[in-house]
């Protein structure tokens, strides 16, 4: 390792401040999910109900596997390049999952990066006012018109990638730290001034009541009176699951970074309370919105949601292209500081792995991402005849299915398996050692049974349930 990853005193370069490890590590958990998906699902599944259901499996399933994650990294002070290395047994491979975890930072961020540039794209059409005095039908066609536009994401993306790498430059605390710090304070004063707008409109009452009153019936059935309770469980586990970006070294460079001063599961919980807190207000100005100005589309999630039922919202409500602006600015934090903070993971990698400076690290990363983003650009125009689960999907599909479906949660066993196993993995007691040095919330050693039998079982369970589901649809 060289000296550029070190401190003054030779020991590894460390947060500034709890709050900034927090408020980055809360930042690479909140991504769009938290605003596309999440509000969706929540108001379709039994609004209050299913958020009940939802933190009862993040209490259950996520803070656990974050706190192993973590763990790993303070206990071997590397990120996942070399923190297997560090601390597992001899003649043991654990160490080979660090490749893996290189390729999903990378497949996640060739796609993650060309979203984000959509969030600029559509930030500038706000403040351009391109939606003013448009039908229904021409502000949903800007969405289709950018992604047919190869050159545009091109470039928009490039700055994206640019402007990532240029902020990890600076370092960890002058960069990754700082700016991270004013982003998501930003991202959290924007949300909250757009959530009492939007509830104090004409109409948001009834918005408010199918997003917040607790509908147990349609935990239990949907509209057609099919029991789907399996569904409701798996949709509430899996939220629970991937919005804490868990499963790939996220979490563990941060871990690396910080001092042992702190007992790991209460720092998991304030970064999944804030994730959540941010996932739940923007619900607050996703539902009611779509009740002061129905339109088609708004009951479904994703981009669709975003990029074409939202603008055509705030196109017809008093001062929408001012809120539509800041509400695109509000992805915009929350975008980034998730493209930083993985670009960092990248960046530790190079660093911790082959002793690269973190500007030799951040010039490498640059251009390698560059040029794997390219195929999702291309995929929505010149390769779009390439649909890898049929109609209406895309290479991002693809690349997103590797990572989320695949590599989080086989990534996730693999830290729970890691953190529980004895002799021939690091151990229980040693992952209860380092996550409970410190003050705070203490892991609970009663704990180790459920973590070393049934959370893996739970993992194993989501896998293939969330694989089948995607390749074949037709057996569940």
Not at 191 to 201: D, H
Not at 243 to 258: D, E, K, N, R
Not at 460 to 470: D, L, M, N
């Amino acid at each position: 390792m060289e000296k550029q990853n070190l401190s003054n005193n030779g020991e590894r370069e460390k947060f500034g401040s709890r709050l900034g490890f927090i408020l980055i590590s809360a930042g690479c958990a909140i991504g769009l999910g938290n605003v596309w998906r999440f509000p969706y699902i929540a108001s379709q599944y039994g609004g209050a109900a299913f958020i009940i259901l939802y933190l009862l499996f993040l209490v259950i399933f996520g803070l656990p596997i974050m706190t192993m994650e973590f763990a790993v990294g303070r206990a071997s002070q590397k990120s996942i390049a070399s923190s297997f290395t560090a601390l597992e047994p001899k003649n043991t491979k654990w160490h080979w999952f660090s490749w893996v975890g290189l390729v999903g930072n990378n497949l996640l961020m060739m796609f993650y990066t060309i979203v984000t540039a959509w969030m600029f794209i559509y930030f500038y059409k706000m403040i351009a006012g391109d939606f003013n005095g448009q039908t229904a039908t021409e502000v949903s066609a800007h969405f289709g018109a950018m992604n047919a536009n190869p050159l545009l994401l091109i470039i928009v993306t490039a700055v994206v990638i640019l402007l990532g790498f240029f902020v990890c430059s600076l370092g960890l605390k002058k960069g990754v730290e700082k700016i991270n710090k004013i982003m998501m304070l930003c991202l959290l004063a924007i949300i909250l001034v757009l959530a009492v707008y939007v509830c104090t409109l004409d109409g948001a009452g009834e918005g408010l009541k199918y997003y917040l009153v607790p509908n147990f019936n349609n935990i239990m059935y949907d509209a057609d009176g099919n029991v789907i309770l399996g569904e409701v469980i798996f949709a509430a586990l899996g939220q629970a699951f991937f919005t804490l970006s868990i499963g790939m070294g996220s979490m563990a460079v941060f871990g690396s970074y910080i001092k042992k001063d702190r007992r790991l599961l209460g720092e998991s919980v304030s970064i999944a309370a804030l994730d959540t807190g941010v996932a739940f207000i923007a619900g607050l100005i996703v539902i009611p919105a779509t009740f002061v100005y129905p339109t088609k589309g708004a009951a479904t999630g994703g981009p669709g949601l975003i990029f074409e039922t939202l603008p055509n919202i705030f196109n017809h409500i008093p001062g929408g292209q001012i809120w539509g602006a800041f509400f695109f600015l509000f992805l915009i934090f929350a975008a980034m500081s998730t493209v930083t903070a993985v670009f960092e993971n990248l960046i530790a990698f190079g660093m911790d792995k082959w002793g690269w400076s973190r500007k030799k690290s951040c010039l490498i990363n640059c251009a390698l991402m560059l040029v794997l983003s390219l195929p999702c650009i291309f995929g929505y125009n010149l390769l779009s005849g390439f649909k890898p689960f049929g109609a209406g999907t895309s290479i991002m599909d693809l690349e997103d299915f590797i990572v989320s479906n695949n590599i989080l949660p086989l990534g996730s066993l693999v830290y729970v398996l890691f953190c529980t196993l004895d002799k021939k993995a690091w151990g229980w007691n040693q992952f209860l050692s380092e996550a409970n040095q410190g003050k705070g919330l203490k892991m609970p050693n009663k704990l180790r049974f459920y973590c070393k039998y049934i959370l893996p079982v739970l993992l194993i369970v989501f896998y293939v349930y969330g694989f089948i589901s995607k390749v074949f649809p037709g057996l569940l």
